[in-house]
């Protein structure tokens, strides 16, 4: 997942242009434009849909809340009911949305019995500047439920033909014209049941749902959008609901590690999530790519003078050409794994590392070392484990 570089792209955009902003005091009333090709006048559900969606988002959607403006199937099903709400506002939150965005409501046309398909562009007030001018163009349904409009996570309407195919421990869902690797699929299987062997987990009787896209583009209608530039990414974990959705086939063990060693009240950094996640997926099943971001990172800690955990945890780094985060957090993980083995994992997962202060206290008790500089020398010289 490449949502880290995303947050801090937006970040950096939003500090260019943060004096402008306060100099223009930018309206903070919802500013959405429809298209010429919506015509309300001829169909008056068209009006009613555009207040729907106008009225989801001044309700603090970001809330888990009953909300009145999406249906009750989907809240029921999912903890944060809107799939595309991680994303959508990453970085932003969609109080601040009116400041830094207009919205242009592009198509809102019929799509089935009793339902309308919404396609709005997000798109950075100021016009086309840069590559991430525009944001998305968010994708989803309105349908009837009691006699009133309310919203729908398009993934409803793009799998509804889907087709299912269970193997040993997983669901798999996919396109019909999809053909699954039953060798990959096998495999798959047999990674899940190893984690849980390895880290002493229940085998749950609920299988895996997971959701095979070709690519980031179809992944991206998954979620609900038809384009999406915030959260950009080839592979999604919704642990709290047993799914994977992704394109890298049948087999992606970065987002397996995810769902497997998830626990609904844990409280851990991103950083143990990301960095279990690449050491125990990612390098087994990506090796060169690993040894080689592994590599960028150590270069970054000797030849660059501002490059520093303390640095990668204020999140004051730009990307130049890897996720410095994975890196980092993979090779944390490592020397954990190189230095106490199975119980030092499991320790790393079940503390409470969700600050900054949590996620370096545990580290420190677990290795023992004396200040950041000794960490960083040990995570410099730290060999590449064969495990």
């Known amino acids: 997942m490449n949502k880290f570089l995303i947050i801090l792209s937006l970040s950096l955009y939003l500090h260019s242009c943060h004096s402008e902003a306060q100099e223009q005091q930018p ?3 919802l500013n959405l434009i429809l298209s010429n090709r919506i015509l309300v ?7 009613e849909i555009i207040e729907l969606y ?4 001044t309700s603090n959607p970001e809330s888990k809340n009953q909300n009145p403006y999406w249906n009750s ?6 903890e944060q009911f809107n799939l595309s709400l991680p994303y959508l506002f990453q970085g932003i939150g969609a109080k601040m949305l009116p400041r830094y965005m207009d919205l242009y409501l592009m198509t809102l046309e019929p799509s089935g019995k009793n339902r309308y398909t919404l396609r709005v562009q997000y798109q950075m007030k100021g016009g086309l500047k840069n590559g991430s001018s525009i944001w998305c163009i968010h994708q989803v349904d309105a349908v009837k439920e009691k006699g009133k409009w309310v919203l729908q996570n398009f993934l409803v309407q793009k799998t509804k033909d889907w087709k299912q195919e269970s193997l040993n421990n997983i669901d798999y869902h996919f396109a019909p014209n999809y053909s699954i690797n039953k060798e990959k699929a096998k495999a798959a299987s047999q990674f899940v049941d190893s984690l849980k062997s390895l880290f002493g987990l229940e085998s749950s009787s609920s299988p895996i749902n997971y959701y095979l896209v070709k690519n980031a583009d179809d992944l991206g209608e998954l979620m609900g959008f038809d384009y999406f530039f915030t959260g950009y990414t080839t592979g999604i974990t919704k642990a709290e609901i047993g799914s994977i959705y992704t394109a890298h086939g049948e087999f992606h063990a970065h987002e397996l590690v995810h ?7 844990a409280k851990r950094h991103f950083l143990v999530e990301e960095g279990m996640a690449e050491f125990l997926g990612s390098k087994m099943q990506n090796p060169e790519k690993y040894k080689k971001e592994r590599q960028l990172l150590i270069n970054d800690f000797r030849n660059k003078a501002d490059f520093s955990i303390t640095s990668i945890l ?6 130049e050409g890897y996720n410095y985060n994975y890196a980092f957090g993979a090779a944390v ?3 954990v794994y190189q230095k106490a083995g199975i119980e030092g994992l499991k320790k790393l997962l079940s503390d409470v590392t969700h600050s900054d ?5 545990t580290i420190k008790s677990i290795i023992d070392y004396k200040d950041l500089e000794e960490l960083e020398k040990l995570l410099i010289n730290l060999n590449l484990s064969e495990n």
């Open 27 to 29: 309206k903070t009333d």
């Open 41 to 47: 006048d001829e169909d008056s559900n068209k009006a």
């Open 54 to 57: 106008k009225n989801y988002l």
């Open 73 to 78: 199937k989907e809240q029921e099903k999912y």
């Open 259 to 265: 769902l497997v060693l998830h626990q609904p009240n």
């Open 314 to 319: 204020d999140r004051k780094m730009a990307f």
């Open 333 to 335: 993980v490592e020397l």
């Open 357 to 361: 202060e949590g996620y370096l206290n």
